[in-house]
């Protein structure tokens, strides 16, 4: 297991243990070796196709790519869901906003470090949209593990209060 406030580089993998879909550990879990392999510019005509668009109107559109591989299995995890919880990371310190579950956003970028029906062994490649605040930009990611907490709100998981952190730059 990886402990909560490592960092890493681009590419380097953790490993983690992840609840089950909304339900956390409590039926079950599953060991997840994740890595962010690569962030770059998306496709900028993202931003018109969001309904608060006027919030990231001069942002930017980011590629957080990456890879996910099932360790183990526990409970019924099988039967779910298992999600990475990966974010991008602004180089102000916040956390840059994301479009879970918006697939239709780009074909170039689908996945969202999130795995349907996980068995041990599958490996999948994945990403997800990260969207930089005007006057930021995106220099690196972040495991936060607790992907339910509201936007600007807390959690008391130890991954949410120290990410484990895949920075592009020193």
């Given at each position: ?99 879970f579950g918006v697939k239709e956003l780009s074909a170039d970028c689908t996945g969202s470090f999130v795995l349907t029906k996980p068995t041990v062994g599958d490996r999948q490649k994945t990403c997800t949209i990260a969207l ?39």
């Amino acid at each position: 297991m990886t402990k909560p406030g490592t960092r890493l580089a681009i590419g380097a993998p953790m490993v983690a243990q992840v609840g089950i879909g909304v339900t956390g550990m409590a039926n079950g879990s599953t060991y997840l070796k994740i890595a962010v392999t690569e962030i770059e510019q998306g496709d900028q005509a993202i931003l018109k196709k969001l309904s608060n668009a006027t919030e990231y109107q001069g942002g930017t559109v980011y590629y957080v790519h990456g890879t996910l591989e099932v360790l183990a299995v526990l409970g019924t995890a099988g039967d779910s869901i298992a999600t990475a919880a990966v974010v991008g990371v602004q180089n102000d310190g916040a956390g840059a906003a994301g479009t879970f579950g918006v697939k239709e956003l780009s074909a170039d970028c689908t996945g969202s470090f999130v795995l349907t029906k996980p068995t041990v062994g599958d490996r999948q490649k994945t990403c997800t949209i990260a969207l930089a605040k005007p006057g930021t930009t995106l220099v690196g990611a972040a495991f936060i593990r607790d992907d339910s907490v509201p936007n600007g709100g807390t959690s008391d998981d130890e991954y949410f209060k120290k990410p484990v952190l895949w920075l592009t730059k020193g």
